[in-house]
């Protein structure tokens, strides 16, 4: 694992998306005259100063260098993150980012694109039709939110939605008399040749696992923003660490992330949650117990890498490049 570069952003603008849901503009710091290049489904780690660091999606076009912009939902369980960034972070004011990183790429061989989007799931999926646009690509969403109210980036979808090849259909689930969105019917409907991504809350995406579990997995990509199920912290294993050459045990309450950290080796991580990627080792030896959301079946069947910060270990040993 390399410790990414810090960049310095300045915030140059802040806007009111929707309930609860600010737009925030950043753009490069002299000396830098461009920010790193990124790919549609990217995200970018902001380091805040209270020592947290939290992952967004970047949302605008993947050709623009001069800027990156994020979506933030105001979390009601906000451990600090959405609440900083919605009642303490201003304009003009700046922050620390990592450059962006993607665990959830458009395919761009695609014949045509299905997104699904819930709440504040939307943003990667803005990058994406950017670039879906931009290539000529056929898309479709399916955008749902609790209200119209509660539905960000509407004003830009509004724009798109009468181009041809695309398509863009809303749900306002808690309107009067509204329904859920049937992802079920989306997903049968899909044309054969369509690649279907999916992001939002964790019952959306339960809905969109069953729904795609006969499809090519190869076709389906999904992010998750929070973990399903809890990391582990049985613990009673070895981690080696190949380039410090140190040994240390995982006692049984800790996560592997917990034990570095107590032993004086803070790696790169974010989430905790097995959600960003942030935290990914590569494995040299010894089986990893995977519980991340980052790695597809295939990526953790091969055993090469894994996410400290929620992943445990099936051997009595785990070698690993740190
Ligand atoms: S810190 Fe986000 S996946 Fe580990």
Redesign the pocket.
Known sequence: MNTPEILQARVRAVSFEAEGILGFELVPMPPLKELPAFTAGAHIDLLLPSGLTR?YSLLNAPHERHRYVIGVNKDAASRGGSRYMHETLRAGETLSIHPPRNNFPLDENAARSVFIAGGIGITPMLSMIARARALGMPWQLHYAARTRRHAAFLDLLQGWRDEPGAEVSLVFDQEPGAAMMDIAAIVRGLPADAHVYCCGPLPMLDAFEKAAAGLPPQRVHREYFAAREAAATEGGFVVELARAGKRIQVHPGQTI?DSLIDAGIEPP????????????VRVLEGVPDHR?L?LSADEQAANDRM????SGAKSARLLLDL
Do not use: H, N, P, Q
């Open positions: 992952s992330l991580y974010s989430c905790r949650e097995g959600v960003c990627g942030t935290c990914e991340d980052v996410m400290v910060c929620c």
